[in-house]
């Protein structure tokens, strides 16, 4: 008998696991993970642990990952979110809608980004935290805890939005702030 089981080592300390290049960008993905047929997993990009990509034409629209962008855990990318460059998406976070996800930030937690919501360059958004409408957080900052940030406003430069805290309308919070 013929083995044509593939692995892969997605570098988080389980060593090569049963794994695919995706049809449709040729990243890798567990075979734990689900990505849809119409997602786009591209080929440096990584799916893994009971990650979810997934995308519905009528519903969800075409999630795509790509770069160097690994989405792991129970996390959950679809609709038109976009997760690219060194971004990480895992545990428990959501990134829906037409959000975006890029540049090494990180999306943790039981967190959700949705919306037309952006977090990027270094930003870090954990916890229960909720960022969605057309809310910015980038440049190092933190949103953690039970924080909601939404509307258009802006978290960034090494601020710290934290506890129940919550950021919206037209609010910019940046340099060492802290909420």
Do not use: C
């Not at 849809?36 to 999630?63: C, I, K, M, S, T």
Request: net charge negative; hydrophobic share 40%.
């Amino acid at each position: 008998m013929i083995n044509n089981t593939k692995t892969h080592d997605f570098q988080d300390g389980a060593g090569p696991v049963p794994a695919h290049q995706h049809s449709n960008g040729s990243g890798w993905v567990a075979d734990s993970a689900r990505v849809a047929a119409r997602a786009f997993v591209g080929p440096d990009a990584v799916v893994f642990g009971n990650a979810e990509v997934y995308d519905n034409a009528e519903v969800y629209g075409n999630a795509k990952v790509f770069d160097n962008a690994r989405v792991s855990g129970n996390a959950s990318v679809y609709g038109n979110a976009v997760v690219h460059d060194t971004a990480v998406v895992h545990d428990n976070a959501w990134v829906y809608g037409n959000a975006k996800v890029f540049d090494n930030a990180r999306v943790s937690g039981n967190a959700a980004v949705y919306d037309n919501a952006v977090v990027f360059d270094n930003a870090r958004v954990s916890g229960n935290t909720v960022v969605s409408g057309n809310a910015l957080v980038s440049g190092n900052a933190l949103v953690s805890g039970n924080a909601a940030v939404y509307d258009n406003a802006v978290v960034y430069d090494n601020a710290r939005v934290s506890g129940n805290t919550v950021v919206s309308g037209n609010t910019v919070v940046s340099g060492n702030q802290r909420r």
